[in-house]
């Protein structure tokens, strides 16, 4: 029965392509923007912003079930900001009689290891639920897929680079995904009952560190290997000021991401495998299709 779905995030990485896959399920579909006026993605634009709670009730009213794929991690007060969006989206939906949240959270064991975007995604999983709307949870390491941060480090790393001198967080293992296979769980957890209230472990089939998948990028993008020599006195704030200065990748994103990149996030409970059903794409596959999917991007395909 198609529901009436609002998707936080609509116009970033996962969410662009989010709506469209809820649209082509015959979902009523609204794109929450700050501006709405300049939306050009699938769903209906609707006004709204987290970081605003005044703004939120507007575009809940009426929600079956809403998609939170919302972070600040180009901020360095991430974690304040995150945690009081979190709350008001959560206490928002719950008095707009909103039945399902789904958020989109990362990997990691629990514990006082995790670095402080992976300890900000778990607080924001507590807040949404905190006024009583059950929350569906995917934890996800690496989405590779274009137009994801993760994945433009890989790449333009590769791209720019015959050889690294890499941090030592080269040899942490994680376990990517493909940015479809993303999408299918999230819509497969979409007002499923078996889903609700849960939270799922998700990822590719294969673990991997941060050396092998750079090095097996290259192989596929470039055509040749990449020497990567690990020099152990790379702080994440020099690590960020590399990436900052080979990538385009904002300085503040990269420094809150790399401080995750000595977390191993890999998957320990496949229940998810039982709930929404399907063969996840190997790495290789996930690194062509990102490739393919901008190329046609630029229009060359």
């Not at 905190?130 to 949870?137: D, H, K, Q």
């Given at each position: 029965m198609p529901l009436t779905v609002?998707?936080?995030?609509?116009?970033?990485?996962?969410?662009?392509?989010?709506?469209?896959?809820?649209?082509?399920?015959?979902?009523?579909?609204?794109?929450?923007?700050?501006r709405p006026d300049d939306y050009e993605g699938q769903g209906e634009p609707v006004a709204g912003d987290v970081f605003a709670p005044d703004t939120l009730a507007k575009a809940l009213r009426g929600v079956d079930v809403a998609y939170y794929l919302v972070h600040s991690l180009d901020d360095n007060d991430f974690?304040?900001?995150d945690a009081e969006a979190a709350g008001a989206f959560g206490q928002a939906a719950a008095e707009a009689?909103?039945?399902?949240?789904?958020?989109?959270?990362?990997?990691?064991?629990?514990?006082?290891?995790?670095?402080?975007?992976?300890?900000?995604?778990?607080?924001?999983?507590h807040l949404l639920g905190?006024?009583?709307?059950?929350?569906?949870?995917l934890r996800a390491a690496i989405v590779v897929g274009h137009g994801g941060i993760s994945w433009e480090i890989t790449r333009q790393l590769v791209k720019k680079l015959?050889?690294?001198?890499?941090p030592h967080w080269v040899g942490t293992k994680t376990q990517p995904i493909a940015l479809a296979d993303v999408i299918r769980y999230l819509v497969g957890?979409?007002?499923?009952?078996?889903?609700?209230?849960?939270?799922?472990?998700?990822?590719?089939?294969?673990?991997?560190?941060?050396?092998?998948?750079?090095?097996?990028?290259?192989k596929?993008?470039?055509g040749r290997d990449v020497p990567i020599v690990v020099v152990p006195v790379l702080t994440p704030r020099l690590s960020s000021q590399w990436l900052a200065f080979v990538t385009d990748v904002d300085a503040k994103t990269g420094h809150n991401l790399i401080e995750s990149m000595d977390n191993e996030v890999v998957v320990r409970d496949?229940?998810?495998?039982?709930?929404?059903?399907?063969?996840?794409?190997?790495?290789?596959?996930?690194?062509?299709?990102?490739?393919?999917d901008r190329l046609r991007d630029q229009g060359v395909l």
């Open positions: 609002l998707v936080t995030g609509a116009t970033g990485f996962v969410g662009s392509y989010l709506t469209g896959a809820l649209v082509e399920e015959g979902h009523d579909v609204r794109a929450m923007t700050r974690e304040r900001l009689g909103v039945r399902q949240i789904v958020y989109l959270g990362g990997l990691g064991e629990d514990g006082s290891d995790l670095s402080p975007h992976l300890r900000s995604r778990r607080q924001v999983e905190e006024a009583g709307v059950p929350v569906t949870v015959p050889a690294m001198v890499a957890v979409l007002d499923n009952p078996d889903a609700t209230g849960r939270v799922f472990e998700i990822g590719g089939p294969e673990v991997l560190t941060y050396r092998e998948m750079l090095r097996r990028a290259s596929i993008q470039n496949d229940a998810i495998r039982s709930v929404v059903p399907f063969e996840p794409m190997g790495y290789d596959e996930m690194v062509k299709t990102a490739l393919a």
